[in-house]
């Protein structure tokens, strides 16, 4: 039996009072109610006239579940925002975005938007996506792929990398004992690492780019567990 549409307070869904305030605009959807037909996740962005800090809240409304590893955050610069949001089941979710100017030092940021999503016919579960650190979402690094690395899969001896790092030197993926060094492709770095002995062991794989040529210090940017 399908689940019933939830009852939300009156103004939940939509623009909230900060949205308009802070020149924020819907780009992807025109409607704050989408429709998911078929599909495990969805696009969905904003566009911003200044540089944004942001947060997000997933939730499933039946059971109010919250899923936070369901939500990835990206922008190619600073006037798009860019999320994709993954759903394990069929249903309803509210998705929220809070959001300040970067430069606001405040650490509470107010509730700008919310969506309400329903999702009909998905039959195969999104799988949580990529750990990202703030240098990834502050820098403008973007990443095509892997957005997640499911450790089930068999085709982990060669997982393929393909991701912008502006002013990184060098970018590798990091693995327990190992480092594979990514090549810079026009403004991309791309490569691919063999994974498949890390199966099934719980070992965090992690993305790092270099920013001086003179040292041998990485920073982290994306994690994925396997």
Known sequence: MAEQKPELPNGFIGAQPRFSELKLKTDSHKSSQIK???????WIKLKTENPMK????LVKCAGEQELP??????????DEVRF???FPENGFYKFQIFA???????ENLPNVYNYLIEVTGNFLPATPFVKTYTKFYTDCCYLEEPLFINPNSDDLDDVKFKVTVPMAVKVAVHA???????EKNGSKWEGSAALARFKSSG???TLNANYDKDSNSYSVLLEYNI
């Open 100 to 106: 300040l100017p970067e430069n606001d030092p405040a």
């Open 203 to 205: 070992a965090k794989i």
């Open 54 to 57: 942001v947060v997000t809240k």
């Open 36 to 42: 998911v037909d078929g599909q495990n996740m969805e």
């Open 84 to 86: 994709l949001v993954g």
């Open 69 to 78: 590893g369901y939500v990835l955050c990206q922008r190619k610069d600073d």
């Open 176 to 182: 327990v004992d190992e480092w594979f060094h990514l």
